[in-house]
């Protein structure tokens, strides 16, 4: 069945609205009263800020959309939680850098039905962009279409995603490293998963992989980047998966195919 909540831009306005009001809690916190808390281990933060958003998110969608599920990364996912209609939420993608006083984090909702996610926002308060994307109404920055962009992977601009908290990943890790070195003219890590899917669909880079993330991490960005054109699966060309984690390879027609294609040959094709 397709949910006909989201079915034109304008519905999505009312979203707009609670996650710019969410994201004062980011941009209003000071600095040097930002404590990251290690959560399952090695870089792996949350802040009270995280939890604060998300809780600003869980009451305000309640409110407004109260017979729409919630998964958030500070919650966890539980089974069946995916059932229905849902909204699947990272309260602040790039918890790191905003530890650190770093102005790359977003807050990223995805909208899922029957398992298939259908409408999507990331907001990112820093740079006040809203990246949109509506399933079959095309993807958007502050209201303007987006669309990625056609260079092949040799010769373009690659995002690494680390994936550094597995550090089962290091050897896969290493040599996807080596084929953006050998394909590349460069690359960017940014530090928040989302902004990196929404910054492919913007065409400001042509190809993007990590090894392993979280449907939090991904779901809103991955059908951005499809409205806008471009492809967001696993490295092996499955479709990204929403009940749990994985890898995620984000392109252009021609850069994502290039990159995949090459991919085939390494230990990480199928991690
Ligand atoms: C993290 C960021 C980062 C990615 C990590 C994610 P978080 O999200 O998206 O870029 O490399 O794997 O967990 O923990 O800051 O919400
Ligand atoms: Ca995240």
């Not at 869980?58 to 089974?79: C, H, K, T, V």
């Not at 909204?87 to 905003?98: A, K, M, Q, S, Y």
């Not at 308060?125 to 993807?139: F, N, S, V």
Request: hydrophobic content about 40%; glycine content about 10%.
């Amino acid at each position: 069945m397709f949910d006909t909540r989201f079915e034109t831009l304008e519905s999505l306005e009312p979203l707009k609205k609670i996650v710019r009001e969410a994201a004062r809690i980011m941009l209003d916190a000071p600095v040097k009263a930002i404590e990251g808390h290690e959560k399952s281990g090695w870089g792996d933060f949350v802040t009270d800020q995280d939890v604060e958003v998300q809780e600003v998110l869980q009451r305000e969608l309640a409110n407004s959309y109260p017979d729409i599920g919630f998964i958030a990364e500070e919650a966890g996912m539980a089974d069946g939680s995916l059932d229905g209609a849902v909204f699947i939420v990272d309260p602040i993608d790039g918890t790191l850098n905003f530890v650190r006083g770093r102005k790359a984090s977003a807050i990223s909702i995805a909208y899922a039905v029957d398992r298939e996610v259908v409408a999507a926002l990331v907001y990112d308060p820093w740079m006040d962009e809203t990246y949109t994307a509506i399933k079959g109404l095309g993807a958007y920055v502050n209201g303007s279409p987006i669309r990625v962009s056609s260079w092949p992977f040799t010769g373009g601009l690659a995002t690494y995603g680390s994936a550094i908290y597995y550090k089962d990943l290091r050897e896969k890790n290493h040599e996807m490293l080596d084929l953006v070195w050998d394909h590349a003219v460069d690359f960017r890590r940014s530090g928040a998963a989302s902004l990196d899917l929404c910054h492919i669909a913007a065409g400001r880079s042509d190809v993007y992989c990590e090894l392993r993330l979280q449907p939090w991490d991904y779901a809103a960005g991955a059908l951005i980047v499809q409205e806008a054109g471009g492809f967001c699966t696993q490295v092996n060309g499955q479709p990204v998966k929403l009940h749990e984690g994985g890898s995620v390879l984000a392109g252009g027609a021609a850069a994502w195919r290039e990159f995949a294609d090459l991919a085939r040959h390494t230990s990480f094709y199928n991690v």
